[in-house]
């Protein structure tokens, strides 16, 4: 398959490296680039590329709005590489779920490194989607409403988790993690399956990682920018996203 790559960055020298070294790959295809912030959104809307190679800081909009806003209006997010020359953003990075974080300057290996990565993870998403539609198309895709408990398997071992349990449930890429308390627990299944299944009086998305239980919330304190945090009854808290406010507080007052 073909990756179809945006390389995004406000100096021309960085985008010049980028695009040499990918240059040298027979399987990819640069489909636009953008010197901002802005145009970066348009053209990923338009071009809805599989991989970004994103900096970080630029002018007015930096790579982390960019993404919020491309989040915000429901595109479907490509993979991301954050590509910058700052090393102190690599722990948000990785919480907005990019799958690397390249610190320029970077040796060509590493760069290759972290191609070969999007290349395993955007392969890997294209085939679990063909299974579910093929699934889908046998009559075999379950979609059956979630009752009383969710069904954990691992090696040697079938769990059954209450959802009386359950405060919160966190997406972990093909997978969502249940967390209960002290435990946790991997599923399986991806957030948006997972969300159509719920009872939607009892749980509400509230970002695009992080589904809630209504009745395990206990304050919302929301910041200047939109964006907000949810402290549940046993003190944790939970990102909330602009794009989910509106709902999430309807759902509150409902």
């Given at each position: 398959m073909t990756l179809r790559v945006v390389i995004v960055d406000d100096e021309s020298l960085a985008r010049s490296r980028?695009?040499?070294?990918?240059?040298?790959?027979?399987?990819?295809?640069?489909?636009?680039?953008?010197?901002?912030?802005?145009?970066?959104?348009?053209?990923?809307?338009?071009?809805?590329?599989?991989?970004?190679?994103?900096?970080?800081?630029?002018?007015?909009?930096?790579?982390?709005?960019?993404?919020?806003?491309?989040?915000?209006?429901?595109?479907?997010?490509?993979?991301?590489?954050?590509v910058t020359a700052h090393d102190g953003h690599a722990l948000r990075a990785f919480d907005a779920h990019a799958l690397d974080y390249l610190l320029k300057p970077f040796r060509d290996e590493r760069f290759r490194d972290a191609l070969d990565r999007a290349r395993a993870a955007i392969v890997h998403d294209s085939r679990r989607r063909l299974a579910q539609s093929i699934r889908r198309l046998l009559g075999r895709e379950s979609g059956e409403p979630v009752r009383d408990h969710l069904v954990v398997r691992s090696p040697g071992r079938v769990r059954l988790v209450p959802l009386e349990t359950i405060d919160w449930i966190e997406s972990a890429g093909n997978y969502v993690m249940l967390h209960c308390g002290k435990e946790s627990h991997l599923l399986r299944e991806t957030m948006t399956e997972l969300e159509n299944r719920l009872d939607a009086n009892r749980w509400i998305r509230v970002h695009r990682t992080a589904l809630v239980r209504l009745e395990r919330v206990r304050e919302v304190r929301v910041s200047p920018s939109g964006d907000g945090r949810i402290r549940l009854d046993n003190g944790v808290e939970v990102p909330l996203s602009r794009r989910y406010r509106k709902r999430f507080e309807d759902a509150l007052e409902g």
């Open positions: 980028v695009r040499d070294l990918l240059a040298s790959e027979a399987d990819v295809e640069v489909v636009g680039e953008a010197d901002g912030g802005a145009p970066a959104i348009e053209l990923i809307r338009r071009t809805r590329p599989d991989l970004v190679l994103l900096d970080v800081q630029m002018p007015e909009v930096d790579g982390f709005d960019v993404l919020e806003a491309l989040d915000e209006d429901e595109t479907e997010l490509p993979e991301v590489i954050f």
